[in-house]
Nanobody, 124 residues
Framework: VQLQACGGGLVQAGGSLRLSCAAS????????MGWFRQAPGKAREFVAA????????YYSSSVKGRFTISRDGIKNSVYLQMNSLEPADTAVYYC??????????????????WGQGTLVTVSS
């Protein structure tokens, strides 16, 4: 699976952004998907995940209620709608796919395929 993320940019605190991640291949529906982020000088951390069916989602406590993950099987894409953005959300955001056997995961080491990252900067 090859992943291409986009949609990052500069936004003021309280604003919104929508990240997109396009997946290549015909087996997109076989994979759960996730979003991670990495702020300068910090470790990569889990943000959100969605099961293959799209019927189950997980969120980190820091974004729950503000971010929404979704997927579109027709477009082979996964999205991250980010609302009420805060300066602490500033990071490079990565979409990722775990092994095909994983139903859904918040664990970084379960993820085998990674997009190139898109930078989100939230100004105060």
């Amino acid at each position: 699976v090859q992943l291409q993320a986009c949609g990052g940019g500069l936004v003021q605190a309280g604003g919104s952004l929508r990240l997109s991640c396009a997946a290549s291949g015909r087996t997109f529906s076989s994979y759960a998907m996730g979003w991670f982020r990495q702020a300068p000088g910090k470790a990569r951390e889990f943000v959100a995940a969605i099961a293959r069916s799209g019927g189950l989602t997980y969120y980190s406590s820091s974004v729950k209620g503000r971010f929404t993950i979704s997927r579109d099987g027709i477009k082979n894409s996964v999205y991250l709608q980010m609302n009420s953005l805060e300066p602490a959300d500033t990071a490079v955001y990565y979409c990722a796919a775990p092994k095909a056997s994983v139903i859904i995961s918040m664990t970084l080491r379960d993820y085998e395929y990674w997009g190139q990252g898109t930078l989100v900067t939230v100004s105060s």
